[in-house]
């Protein structure tokens, strides 16, 4: 049998803007879902790049051997004297999506000791990171921040830096070439713990 239509009573007539609501309600949620969705996964595919590059930065190139060694200068190229000389490391840079070549990760003076070995430092200032810089006319390290000092052998002077200055190992070819393992260290800090 078909039921005749009939006008609303009143609890149907009460639930009728409540059940708008809801309705509204939902569509307004879904909606939302649909539109942030594209945006959300876009935002990740940008920032993802990003995210690897500061997790998966390698050096890469014919001037990094499998050890992490770097070529940076011909051992001719030092002073009998044992004055040392600033050197930038020169690497190139990999990550997930980009190369860098030849990107400069950093520099550090080499010199030869008194038994002609080379002796080699991180140019940063333990203290805070500033450049040390060589001093000709006393013959030692200064960093020109806040006045951190060293000798020639990269031990500290002065009570400003936490540690002597990191020294870095080195190995010479057959060709002569000096490869160092470059590593940086945090500042601040008694410990000589790479970052
Ligand atoms: S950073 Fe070198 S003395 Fe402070």
């Known amino acids: 049998m078909i039921e005749k239509p009939h006008a609303p009573d ?53 001037a990094v051997d499998p050890e992490g060694f770097v070529r940076v200068a011909p051992k001719e190229a030092l002073a009998d004297d044992g004055t040392p000389r600033s050197f930038k490391v020169i690497a190139d840079l990999q990550d997930y999506w980009n190369k860098f070549p030849n990107a ?12 002609g070995e080379v002796q080699c430092f991180n140019a940063r200032c333990p203290h805070l990171g500033c450049t040390v810089k060589y001093n000709s006319n006393d013959a030692n390290y200064a960093c020109p921040c806040h006045d951190s000092a060293f000798s020639l052998d990269g031990e500290r002077t002065n009570e400003i830096p936490p540690r002597g200055m990191d020294s870095l190992e080195t190995r010479v070819d057959e060709d002569g070439m000096i490869w160092v393992k470059y590593l940086k260290f945090r500042a601040g800090i008694e410990e000589k713990k790479p970052v």
């Open 10 to 62: 009143e609890q149907e007539i009460s639930e009728l803007p409540r059940r708008s609501f809801v309705a509204r309600g939902l569509a307004f949620v879904i909606g939302g879902i649909i539109t942030l969705c594209p945006i959300a996964v876009s935002v990740i595919y940008f920032l993802d790049p990003i995210q690897r590059k500061k997790k998966a930065v390698g050096m890469t190139g014919d």
């Open 104 to 115: 400069e990760i950093g520099s550090v003076y080499m010199r030869l000791d008194g038994n």
